[in-house]
């Protein structure tokens, strides 16, 4: 019996890519692959940062911390949101350690589809709350 995710090869294909780039830090991009829960994610990159998403396709979820190049080698951890702010890391592993602490609740393998698709996936899975966000939030 296959248990590979169903997304599994889309997101490995996500992984090569960003690597591929040379916008990010190897070693974060080392760092990040080796921790399991962030494997599982879709990885995109923008101005030399490293994303997660829960969905495969753009537009992407903007639900999980996400990690920026700093002076000195060291790295800055932000979001989910581009207004929200974790802090400083001095090194590739404190960076991920940031991130994996401030996943979403239910946070598994990326969801084969769109943000769309994955609020459809949430809300069908999680409880109902009137307060509560939507689930992948928005890129502002």
Not at 14 to 39: H, I, N, S, T
Not at 59 to 84: F, H, K, M, N, T
Not at 101 to 119: F, K, S, Y
């Amino acid at each position: 019996m296959d248990t590979t995710p169903p997304g599994h090869a889309l997101v490995e294909a996500g992984w090569q890519k960003v690597r591929a780039d040379g916008r990010v830090r190897p070693e974060l991009l080392e760092a990040a692959y080796a921790e399991p829960r962030l494997r599982r994610l879709f990885p995109w990159t923008g101005m030399g940062e490293l994303h997660f998403s829960r969905c495969t396709e753009w537009p992407w979820a903007w639900d999980v911390p996400y990690i920026q190049p700093a002076a000195g080698g060291e790295y800055w951890v932000s979001g989910p949101l581009r207004s929200e702010s974790v802090g400083p890391a001095a090194t590739p592993q404190q960076a991920v350690t940031m991130v994996v602490d401030r996943l979403p609740p239910h946070c598994g393998p990326a969801l084969v589809g769109t943000r769309e698709e994955l609020d459809v996936h949430d809300a069908a899975i999680l409880p109902a709350s009137p307060e509560a966000p939507t689930p992948s939030g928005s890129a502002n």
